[in-house]
Structure formats: structure tokens, C-alpha cells
């Protein structure tokens, strides 16, 4: 069993959560995420990576809502107006260090634990203080929404900073599935996406407005997508489907990968002598077992067990040799809505998609206007969510983006028929 904190397994979309239920989520997800930190003690260079990511999140909460003087005003205010001063001299400079990508090159030393659990607190007793004053429509709870989610967020983030760096946690991982055929999809007119007032899962909003809850900004506006029949495997690819590709030369022929790929996995042979996924020690009929690494501790992965730590480069080099395609992720939202009752599974693992990371058309960048728009056409689309993801943040909707070479997550993917 998980010695984890948990949260309630019935959990209110966050896209939709009012006041009282916001309130009550953000301790619960605070509160949880400094458990798990408590927990990284013997891992000094965990610990702090720790405590710094949960410094990010009280900053977070504190620049766009505290510190906004939009902050009722939601998805319409000016991302980039005059914030108000911080409860700390040097949090933006502390935020600004974490985003570095040469740390040495700023001298703003990070604040220390003790300084850091009280900003946490201290940002969230006014967060809570400020969304009792909050109108309790999707416009004045859009940044505490946005918060939640961030928040809530943190809590996968943790487990991933866990399993980089090898800290020992107990955690429950997804067993093995019951192996199902592929699902026959019949062609369709799909509506993608969503737009604010159009009503929707959220129906009539309170004071009269109508409302879609919580959107992120590349998922809207909302366009209808006609889509052809397409074949979509009911679960994610299994270790032992992946290891048929290993024992088949899938990471020496240079055939079955996207000519990124084949670069990229070159470096990583040079360097690590790559021969699988991410945190694999061994893998192959020959050696009997797949062996990975998790949290610290080397696991024999059942064959029905979905793969994890795969790169899209992986994903697709795959499918290339299996003779399929990944989905794309039109193809996956369809089936996660309308064929769970034929045995669709999906929250085991983030499942990389074929579709680059685009706009819609019509897009216009929210007030984390750099949340999206600089990751267009660099990154892919993942879709679903993995068992480390917050149940208050898994949707079918939310669209994850990664550069294709990304494997430090727990994801996995699932084929199409090509």
C-alpha cells in the first residue's frame, strides 16, 4: 500500500469548483504536497528541488491573485499589468531562479526552509482570505481555479522529482490489464474544444452568467472536427508488447524512427548505452524480465503493466515497427468520452499523441500568456493523465504538451490501426 497522503476519491472538477469547494481543495492540496516533501529528507538535492517547486506555487498564488489587481476580473485581465509589492522582498527573484536554466548565473541565493513554509503559508492565508470576497462566477474564480490546478499539479511533480532522483516512496503503481481488441470507431463530427458562454457541462453559471468553468487558452475556441472511422487499442502498450520491438533490433534500425529520433537516440546510446525506456536496467525475452527502476528501488514490470518513461520518439519508432500510427488526439478524446463502456482505460500513464502542439483557430492567449503560445510547434499533445495525477485535474479535454525527446514523466501511449 501507498504510504502517501490521499486525497478523497470523489474530487470535484476543478474547472467547476465554487468557492466552499475551492477553499477546501487548496489546503487539502497544500497540506498533501508538504507530507510528501517531508518525506524527501534523505535526499538532500530532492528536498530542496522540493521545497523550491512548492515555493513556485506560493509565488504563483501570490502574483496573480494577491498581487493582481484584476484578480476578479478572470480570463479578461492584463496578464502583464503592475503587480501590487510581495509579502518578500526577493520572491520574484526567487521564482526567476527556479525558471533558470543557468542557476549559477543568478545571485539571489534561495530562501531556506523555514523561510520558504512561511511564505507558503502566509500566500495562502491570503488567497483564502480574498476568495471569500471573490464573485462566485467563472470570471472571479478564474485565478483561483488556476491556482488549484497548479497546486494540484505540484503533487505529480513531486512523485516525478521523487523518481529522478531515486527517493524511496511506497507507492501504489498500476497492476497489470486485461488485454481487450482494438475498438472499431465509426466516423464523426466531433466538437473540439470549448468557448467561454456556450454554455456546456457547466450549464447556467451563478449571477445569470453562462458558464463552461475553468478553459485553458489553447483550448478554445471550440471548432467541429470531422473525423473518419478510425481503429484505437482499448488500453496503453504493454512492457510485453514493447519488449517483441527491443528483441526485434527496434533500438538499433534506424528504420522504424523519425530522423530526430534516430539523432536524439544516438546521444543517448553514447552517452548511457540506451537500450529501452527511461529507467530501465533490463529488458528482453532473452533476460526473462523487464526490469525498471521506480522510486528508488528495481521492480520486475508485469508483462500487462503499460510502459512508462517513453519518449514520443519511442512511442512512435514503435508503431512505425508494429505496422500502426499514434492517435491523434482528436481520435483519443473521442474514444475517451464515448467508449469507456466498451473498455477503454486510460489514467494509468500520459499518453503521447501524433499531433504537434498547435492552436486552435482563432486562439488568443490568455493572461498566462506565455503558457502555451512559445510551446506551438515545438512540443507534442499528450492526452488523459497518469496514477500520479490529482483526480480534482484528470480530464479528457486537458491538452499536456512536451517536447518529443521529454521522458522523465510517467508516460506511455497507445496505437491506432494505420
Given at each position: 500500500m501507498s504510504n502517501l497522503p490521499t486525497q478523497s476519491t470523489v474530487a470535484t472538477d476543478f474547472r467547476l469548483?465554487?468557492?466552499?469547494?475551492?477553499?477546501?481543495?487548496?489546503?487539502?492540496?497544500?497540506?498533501?504536497?508538504?507530507?510528501?516533501?517531508?518525506?524527501?529528507?534523505?535526499?538532500?538535492d530532492a528536498h530542496q528541488q522540493a521545497l523550491h517547486l512548492l515555493g513556485h506555487a506560493a509565488w504563483f498564488q501570490e502574483w496573480w491573485i494577491a498581487r493582481n489587481v484584476q484578480?476578479?476580473?478572470?480570463?479578461?485581465?492584463?496578464?502583464?499589468?503592475?503587480?501590487?509589492?510581495?509579502?518578500?522582498?526577493?520572491?520574484?527573484?526567487?521564482?526567476?531562479?527556479?525558471?533558470?536554466?543557468?542557476?549559477?548565473?543568478?545571485?539571489?541565493?534561495?530562501p531556506d526552509d523555514e523561510t520558504t513554509r512561511a511564505y507558503l503559508l502566509e500566500t495562502l492565508e491570503t488567497t483564502l482570505d480574498l476568495l471569500e470576497k471573490a464573485p462566485e462566477t467563472d470570471q472571479g474564480l478564474y485565478f483561483f481555479r488556476l491556482a488549484l490546478f497548479y497546486e494540484e499539479s505540484c503533487t505529480e511533480a513531486l512523485l516525478e522529482i521523487a523518481q529522478a532522483a531515486g527517493v524511496a516512496l511506497a507507492v501504489d503503481l498500476p497492476g497489470p490489464t486485461a488485454q481487450r481488441e482494438p475498438l472499431q470507431m465509426p466516423a464523426t463530427r466531433w466538437r473540439v474544444g470549448a468557448t467561454k458562454g456556450e454554455g456546456g457541462k457547466?450549464?447556467?453559471?451563478?449571477?445569470?452568467?453562462?458558464?463552461?468553468?475553468?478553459?485553458?487558452?489553447?483550448e478554445q475556441p471550440a471548432f467541429d472536427?470531422?473525423?473518419?472511422?478510425?481503429?484505437?487499442?482499448?488500453?496503453p502498450v504493454t512492457?510485453?508488447?514493447?519488449?517483441?520491438?527491443?528483441?526485434?533490433?527496434?533500438?538499433?534500425?534506424?528504420?522504424f524512427w523519425h530522423a530526430d529520433g534516430w539523432r536524439w537516440l544516438a546521444a543517448k546510446a553514447a552517452v548511457e548505452g540506451r537500450r529501452g525506456p527511461r529507467y530501465v536496467d533490463q529488458i528482453g525475452v532473452a533476460s526473462g524480465a523487464v526490469m525498471q527502476t521506480r522510486f528508488g528501488k528495481a521492480r520486475r514490470m508485469s508483462g500487462g503493466q503499460c510502459v512508462t518513461h517513453v519518449s514520443w520518439f519511442e512511442a512512435d519508432a514503435w508503431c512505425r515497427w508494429a505496422g500502426r500510427r499514434l492517435p491523434a488526439e482528436v481520435e483519443w478524446e473521442i474514444a475517451?468520452?464515448?467508449?469507456?463502456?466498451?473498455?477503454f482505460r486510460w489514467g494509468d500513464v500520459w499518453e503521447w499523441t501524433a499531433s504537434a502542439f498547435r492552436p486552435y483557430s482563432g486562439?488568443?492567449?490568455?493572461?498566462?500568456?506565455?503558457y502555451s503560445a512559445p510551446h506551438f510547434g515545438v512540443s507534442r499533445v499528450l492526452r488523459g493523465a497518469s496514477f500520479a495525477t490529482p483526480l480534482r485535474i484528470r480530464s479528457p479535454k486537458f491538452r499536456r504538451f512536451a517536447t518529443p525527446d521529454q521522458d522523465a514523466f510517467f508516460a506511455g501511449f497507445r496505437s491506432c490501426g494505420a
Open positions: 469548483a465554487g468557492k466552499e469547494q475551492l477553499s477546501v481543495a487548496l489546503m487539502d492540496a497544500r497540506n498533501r504536497a508538504l507530507l510528501m516533501t517531508s518525506q524527501f529528507e534523505k535526499s538532500q484578480r476578479y476580473a478572470g480570463a479578461l485581465a492584463d496578464g502583464k499589468a503592475t503587480r501590487l509589492a510581495s509579502l518578500h522582498t526577493n520572491a520574484d527573484a526567487w521564482s526567476e531562479l527556479r525558471q533558470a536554466s543557468a542557476p549559477s548565473a543568478v545571485t539571489t541565493p534561495m457547466g450549464g447556467q453559471g451563478r449571477q445569470g452568467e453562462e458558464s463552461t468553468g475553468f478553459l485553458f487558452d489553447n472536427d470531422p473525423v473518419p472511422e478510425f481503429e484505437i487499442d482499448a488500453q512492457w510485453a508488447q514493447y519488449v517483441e520491438f527491443v528483441d526485434d533490433g527496434g533500438y538499433d534500425t534506424e528504420a475517451a468520452h464515448v467508449a469507456l463502456r466498451r473498455g486562439f488568443q492567449a490568455g493572461p498566462l500568456a506565455d
